[in-house]
């Protein structure tokens, strides 16, 4: 595993991937997730294009559309068009994505948004496949880890994986080690994300708060263990730190404070790419 970063994690402008970039040499850290919309500056693109090869950091761009609107009927254009002028020249293979529902939305419910989420996901497996891009579908706060997995199952195509958010399970009444142990064997790329729950406050059943990593409740040994045991691609897996900041809380030094407890509690976990 390769200790990562999500862009809006380090309180830098959402959009400077340069800057992202040189943060995470001087952090250590070897991939970065962010968007697509800057590096279509050929320009800027080039300046990322660059920094990459002289580093080896990973880039992972997300995607996303209207899969449960569109179903089979799914377009793969704009996909595609974006694998080749921004993919294939950064040499990035994982791309994350996620619903537009949630579990308990009945526009449809829950097995039609899965089938038809899958069939749309099928079509852009299908385009992803040639390039040898793979796409990660994340419970974003809107699936169990069993849900995705039934997903999983029904579509069965090898461009489709699964990204971890040890986080966002809490807030669909899942354990984040339930979630782990369910999505650890297509699991592609994660979120370390840490989250505090906290029961019958204030008159609410449950309230979940994002928080520094390591300040929360979220067992990450424990996640970690199931990562290590059941993830195929356990050894090239990329530590993604998500920091959801609670308020008024500096998030630059959450950004140093997470990557140091993830070197220090996970480090057996993590190896290094480091070419600079």
């Excluded at 400077?16 to 697509?36: P, Y």
């Excluded at 199931?226 to 990329?238: F, K, N, R, V």
Aim: aromatic share 6%.
């Amino acid at each position: 595993m390769r200790l990562g970063i999500v862009i809006h994690s380090m309180g830098l402008p959402h959009h400077d991937i340069v800057g992202a970039l040189r943060r995470c040499q001087e952090l250590g850290i070897m991939a970065l997730q962010c968007g697509s919309e800057p590096l279509h500056d050929p320009v800027y693109f080039n300046e990322v294009k660059a920094i990459i090869e002289d580093t080896g950091i990973e880039l992972i761009i997300g995607f996303g559309d209207r899969y449960i609107e569109h179903a089979d009927k799914q377009p793969t254009d704009g996909f595609v068009r974006l694998v080749e002028t921004i993919c294939m020249p950064l040499k990035v293979t994982r791309i994350p994505t996620c619903s537009t529902h949630h579990r308990w939305r009945q526009d449809p419910p829950l097995a039609q948004q899965l089938d038809r989420m899958g069939a749309a996901l099928h079509n852009l497996c299908e385009a992803a496949k040639p390039y040898g891009v793979r796409i990660a579908v994340e419970n974003h706060a809107d699936y169990r880890g069993s849900d995705l997995v039934q997903m999983f199952k029904q579509v069965n195509h090898p461009s489709l994986g699964a990204q971890l958010d040890t986080g966002n399970a809490y807030s669909v009444a899942e354990d984040p080690l339930t979630a782990a142990m369910a999505l650890a064997p297509y699991t592609i790329s994660t979120h370390i994300k840490d989250m505090t729950v906290r029961p019958l406050t204030e008159g609410e059943w449950i309230k979940v708060k994002g928080c520094g990593i390591g300040e929360g409740d979220v067992d990450f040994r424990g996640i970690v263990d199931i990562l290590t045991e059941h993830c195929p691609e356990a050894d090239d897996l990329p530590y993604n730190l998500e920091i959801e900041p609670p308020p008024g809380a500096d998030l630059p030094a959450l950004t140093e404070s997470g990557v140091a407890y993830t070197m220090k509690h996970l480090s057996h976990a993590i190896r290094s790419n480091k070419r600079y």
